[in-house]
């Protein structure tokens, strides 16, 4: 990736939406030249997808919450049981006390606890220790 990948991969976070001639205007290249070099970043994997984002509360998914997963056995092959949770919007397997670290959004607290029972019933897992978001202050994306 050169500067001008960077600086393209840049304006994309800020606004994915742009047309390709505001894009190259903006890092100095023909919109041909822009549509282009996104393709290859594409391509090549930097770019994973083109998304919108939206506010979670103005959703019903206010409720945002960090849990730590404890399990009694390796859960690195247990991606496919958390991705079968709707609610858990990531999940990582992590080094620590706890195996897995996963963010899950409800609409409730009463649909977090619930959201805990089926995570309580995936193979090996013994514990779950849940940090619930009061507020956030910001969320930066992933600097080129």
């Known amino acids: 990736m050169d500067e001008i990948d960077r600086r393209l991969v840049a304006e994309l976070q800020r606004d994915a939406a742009q047309p390709y001639a505001a894009l190259g205007q903006a890092v ?29 509360a103005l959703l019903g998914k206010g409720v945002l919450a960090y849990v730590l997963v404890s399990a009694d056995s390796w859960m690195g092959d247990s991606g ?10 990531e999940a990582h397997v992590i080094a620590g006390a706890a195996s897995v670290l996963v963010k899950v959004r ?7 606890q619930d959201v805990l029972r089926r995570i309580y019933d995936i193979s090996g897992v013994t514990g ?3 940090v619930v978001v009061l507020e956030t202050f910001f969320e930066r994306p992933v600097l080129p």
């Not at 822009?34 to 393709?39: L, T």
């Not at 496919?80 to 919007?89: N, T």
């Not at 409800?106 to 977090?112: A, K, P, V, W």
């Open 28 to 56: 100095g290249l023909s919109a041909g030249a822009a549509h282009e070099r996104v393709r290859k970043l594409r391509e090549r994997g930097v770019i994973r997808a083109t998304t919108v984002e939206v506010d979670p």
């Open 80 to 89: 496919a049981a958390f991705s079968g949770v709707p609610e858990i919007m």
């Open 106 to 112: 409800t609409s409730t607290t009463e649909q977090l």
């Open 128 to 130: 779950t220790e849940a």
